[in-house]
């Protein structure tokens, strides 16, 4: 944890240095210090204040709400591979800028935040009313829920991109998210609210989901209810990822990875893997956007982009690895041992003797 916190400081130091301006580290160390005059300057305020903080809180911020959301996710459904699209969140906020921009004709940054919003929780909204009504919200429910509503959202979310070039021009810059579009504290600190309030559900419901993951019978008889505990954590979800998403647009493989490496780190205790999923998002994400800045100069590269491009070869590494084994992710060894398969020993205890019986049997000569 100490190694993260580090790395993330770090990283938050090097996101401030890099960019556009032209400013180095000694420029923004004097606007943050106040130091010479430093706020009053006019080509300061504007690179730091107005373009590279606010950036990088953003970039930290949405991070770490996609990776809680993530190990949440991962924990709620017994599944380590589940991400944050699975509630249709995604899929919805998608459907929902197109629809702005379509069907009411928006064209601003906040329009879309809030088209975006909107559309995450009405999706996620409909997600858990679909799969409460009955079995009390299992994971199986949940997923198939998401799955259904996010394909019937992503139909949707095409047809009306097909039918209108205009729309599709503004809607794909969105849909392959970045963070190039932060300028300012305005949309930052309108969610920065709810962002407060999924991370707050977070920790609240670490320790009842871990009684879940004993089982439900096991979590009732601990005096939880496992309805409610996936519902609170549905919700805690939803709030994470729908800001996160209207910030940023949509990255889906962030909290696929940060839950990953999480469990991986943490095992089963799933207080620290949820303060480590955040530190992982924040790190990832932050290291993705100084990277698109870099890359493809004077433009930028899509951070969702990125994020796969250092994502994926870590998992890979982590396939390879013995990691799996430790996880309890690999299959059961099979009993044939192929030519490349290694020789399994097995080790014979010792059988407890029997008990004989030292009585002699009597024999009976039948009477003449």
Excluded at 261 to 279: E, S, V
Aim: net charge positive; glycine share 12%; proline share 5%.
């Amino acid at each position: 944890v100490a190694g993260l916190a580090l790395a993330v400081l770090l990283l938050t130091a090097l996101s401030l240095s890099i960019g556009a301006g032209e400013v180095g580290a000694g420029g923004v160390l004097d606007y943050l210090l106040g130091r010479d005059g430093a706020r009053e300057n006019a080509r300061l305020s504007l690179v730091v204040g107005d373009l590279r903080l606010p950036r990088t809180l953003t970039a930290l911020l949405v991070g770490a709400a996609l990776g809680v959301a993530g190990c949440l996710l991962q924990a709620v459904t017994r599944n380590p591979l589940a991400e944050t699209g699975l509630l249709g969140v995604n899929a919805g906020a998608s459907l929902g800028v197109v629809a702005g921009i379509a069907l009411l004709g928006f064209d601003s940054g906040y329009a879309y935040l809030v088209c975006a919003f909107v559309g995450a929780v009405v999706a996620s909204g409909l997600v858990l009313l679909i799969s409460g009504r009955r079995g009390g919200g299992s994971p199986m429910r949940l997923v198939l829920a998401g799955a259904a509503l996010g394909a019937t959202f992503g139909g949707l979310t095409s047809v009306i991109v097909v039918n209108s070039a205009e729309t599709y021009d503004r809607f794909r810059f969105w849909v392959l998210g970045s963070l190039a579009g932060v300028e300012g504290f305005g949309e930052l600190g309108r969610l920065a609210p709810v962002l407060a309030l999924g991370f707050v559900v977070a920790l609240l419901v670490a320790r009842p989901l871990s009684a879940l993951a004993l089982g439900d019978d096991l979590a009732r008889s601990l005096g939880h209810r496992p309805p409610v505990i996936r519902t609170v954590v549905a919700i805690g979800v939803t709030l994470l990822t729908a800001a996160a998403v209207a910030l940023a647009g949509p990255i889906s493989f962030l909290g696929l990875l940060a839950g990953f490496l999480a469990r991986a780190l943490a095992g089963t205790r799933l207080a620290a893997r949820i303060l480590l999923a955040g530190l992982i998002g924040a790190c990832v994400l932050t290291v993705s956007d100084i990277a698109a800045r870099v890359v493809s100069r004077p433009f930028e590269a899509p951070v969702s982009v990125i994020v796969a491009l250092i994502g994926a070869p870590v998992l890979i590494a982590i396939v390879r690895s013995k990691q799996l084994a430790a996880m309890g992710m690999t299959e059961p060894a099979s009993e044939e041992r192929g030519p490349d398969r290694p020789r399994r020993f097995r080790i014979a205890l010792p059988r407890p003797a029997r008990r004989t019986s030292k009585a002699k049997t009597l024999r009976v000569r039948p009477a003449d």
